[in-house]
């Protein structure tokens, strides 16, 4: 049975990975724009299901409010980033340079919660709880 940490790590990849590939496209080309559609979608919706299924637990903990209150600034910065690129010619170079932005935000974010965030949340969710918190986070995505 997978656990919550090993869900978020699997999005974690596939938003690595996304953002890997777009930044390997030019211009406004149909790859560019479909890897940027998929790359939205997977932020947005591990965005919202994470918030929800590990976040919410966790705030109510005082050895994990300050970390989740962080992580949930830093959803909205990367929303923000987002929003400039919806904005931005996919042609102009200052698309690639929020593009960059952006992975550098995601980067920090996703390093953040896998190095310190995961290891104060297993000391705060017990076995079960981080089971039932991946089935109700991968229900959310699918």
């Given at each position: 049975m997978k656990n919550i940490f090993d869900?978020?790590?699997d999005s974690h990849e596939k938003q690595r990975l996304l953002m890997d590939a777009l930044l390997?496209?030019?211009g406004d080309t149909q790859a560019r724009?479909?890897?940027?559609?998929?790359?939205?979608?997977?932020?947005?919706?591990?965005a919202i299901a994470e918030e929800r299924h590990f976040y919410a637990p966790l705030i109510e903990s005082d050895q994990s409010i300050d970390m989740t209150r962080h992580?949930?600034?830093?959803?909205?910065?990367i929303d923000k980033i987002i929003a400039q690129l919806d904005d931005t010619e996919?042609?102009?170079p200052a698309w690639l340079v929020l593009m960059k932005t952006?992975?550098?935000k995601v980067e920090h974010h996703l390093e953040e919660e896998e190095q310190?965030?995961?290891?104060?949340?297993?000391?705060v969710l017990d076995t079960e709880q981080k089971?039932?918190?991946?089935?109700k986070y991968e229900k959310e995505v699918a």
């Open positions: 869900v978020l790590k390997q496209t030019s724009q479909e890897l940027y559609v998929n790359l939205k979608d997977e932020l947005t919706k591990h992580g949930i600034a830093e959803h909205h910065g996919m042609s102009s952006l992975r550098d310190r965030f995961f290891q104060t949340a297993g000391r089971e039932t918190l991946a089935r």
